[in-house]
């Protein structure tokens, strides 16, 4: 079973920032938060990951709380390519659990 | 493009046949992981192989089976098919086999069981 909870689905305007938050609040301290997302049924696109910090690539901004029993993916400017199944991951040593994600549609 | 193939594409077979699903990893990835992706269970971890030895099992069944060859390229084998093994199997690689590694999946394998 996933140890994440997220909302099964989400709206965002075109432009503006997607907020997408996951809650983990089994995480233990060697556990790392992944973020993937899968664009209809092509393969899983790796987003971002971290431990503790926040974190920010090109393309998005991870912030984990101080407890780190939860986090969210930040798109600062959603674009229509980015509609998509995001899925957040709490990934132990070997294994990697996805949960049924968030479904994301970004609107013009 | 992930630089990860698998072949073939899409496959349909009968219940109780085998079938053999292949996938390459990106060049100097070590790791390959299996998912199968269906309806009704999403996307599971079936199995991860590191330079040639298993090295973590995640949701496989006994009739399904993998290996991890010299050159690195890794096939899947699926026997006893039902029908309920109709699902997407993606495949996916990484650098090392451990948390830090960042995985690169593959376009997947359709497999229809009729």
């Known amino acids: 079973d996933a140890k994440t909870t997220q909302p099964p689905s989400m709206d965002c305007a075109e432009g503006r920032a997607a907020n997408l938050p996951c809650n983990h609040s089994t995480i233990s301290g060697n556990e790392y938060v992944y973020w993937y997302r899968q664009i209809h049924s092509q393969g899983p696109q790796y987003i971002i990951h971290?431990?503790?910090n926040n974190e920010t690539n090109e393309m998005a901004s991870l912030i984990i709380t101080e407890d780190r029993k939860s986090s969210t993916l930040i798109l600062p400017h959603a674009t229509l390519r980015d509609t998509a199944v995001y899925y957040c991951i709490v990934r132990g040593v070997n294994d990697m659990r996805f949960g049924a994600g968030t479904r994301l549609t970004v609107k013009p | 493009d992930s630089g990860v193939t698998q072949t073939p594409k899409h496959l349909i077979t009968a219940t109780g046949q085998r079938v053999t699903l292949r996938c390459s990893p990106r060049?100097?990835?070590?790791?390959v992981y299996w998912y199968q992706q269906s309806l009704d269970q999403g996307l599971q971890f079936l199995i991860q192989?590191?330079?040639?030895?298993?090295?973590a099992k995640g949701n496989i069944l006994e009739r399904f089976s993998a290996q991890q060859f010299p050159d690195l390229h890794s096939e899947l084998n699926l026997s006893s098919l039902e029908l309920g093994d109709s699902a997407l199997y993606f495949c996916a690689s990484s650098r090392g086999g451990g948390v830090y590694d960042e995985q690169f999946f593959g376009p997947g394998t359709r497999l229809t069981v009729l």
């Open positions: 060049s100097g990835d070590l790791s």
């Open positions: 971290g431990l503790k």
């Open positions: 192989y590191y330079n040639g030895e298993e090295r």
